[in-house]
């Protein structure tokens, strides 16, 4: 007799720039999935619960120096350390909404001087391919509004230019992954609201292919 193939979680990536409200959105959108009968769990990089990510944190505070070399492997390094957490959810059935991947992991390196793309790429290759990528754009009115960044590293209007910059080079050069972009114009239950909606097409989808490889 038939058996019906257990269908697998959706793995979604909400990417984008700083003060866009990617953190709020991974977090309601997690809920919103839940409360609709969808299995869903979030994850966030840099994940600073680690060993690696005590290090990360460390270095984003700047209370640690490191290298632009050795930070960017340990970012990596980061997200091979989750590696089996994410395969094994969504082989579960749970998707997962993640704040932040291997893009911004490229796009803050590459921001550097003296990165190409290409070596940024190298060691998130073969990392769990994300089957959709959110990308939140700030609307005018809500960059202005936050014109005085934190006081972590990267936090500066010129890096965050640079970064944007490189997001959409990145987004060139890989034309097999499904980016769609969002523009943060209303309030945050409202973003929800439609965010969830752009999901859910994807989510009632019959999801038998395997998790791709990414960049490979
Ligand atoms: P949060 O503010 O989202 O915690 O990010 N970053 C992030 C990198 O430079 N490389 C990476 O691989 C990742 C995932 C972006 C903290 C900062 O860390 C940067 C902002
Ligand atoms: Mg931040």
Request: net charge neutral; proline share 3%; aromatic share 10%.
């Amino acid at each position: 007799f038939e058996r019906m193939a257990l269908k697998r979680g959706l793995f979604v990536v909400i990417e984008g720039a700083d003060g866009t409200g990617k953190s709020t959105q991974v977090l309601n959108l997690t809920k919103r999935l839940q409360s609709e009968g969808y299995p869903c769990s979030s994850m966030r990089f840099p994940d600073r619960s680690t060993q690696i990510g005590g290090m990360i944190d460390s270095y984003l505070q700047c209370k640690s120096n490191l290298s632009d070399e050795s930070v960017h492997l340990l970012f990596s390094a980061n997200r091979w350390e989750l590696k089996n957490q994410i395969t094994n959810t969504l082989a579960s059935g749970t998707s997962i909404i993640c704040d932040r991947y291997a893009f911004s992991g490229v796009a803050y390196t590459s921001s550097k001087p003296g990165f190409s793309l290409c070596w940024c790429m190298g060691p998130d290759r073969g990392l769990p391919k994300p089957d959709l990528v959110l990308y939140l754009h700030a609307s005018e009115k809500l960059a202005q509004s936050r014109s005085n960044y934190g006081t972590e590293r990267y936090e500066k209007r010129e890096f965050q230019n640079k970064v944007a910059e490189m997001f959409e080079e990145i987004r060139a050069v890989d034309k097999t992954l499904t980016w769609t972009d969002y523009t943060v114009e209303r309030g945050i239950d409202e973003v929800t609201d439609d965010l969830f909606g752009i999901l859910q097409k994807e989510l009632n989808s019959n999801l038998v292919k395997e998790v791709g490889k990414l960049w490979m």
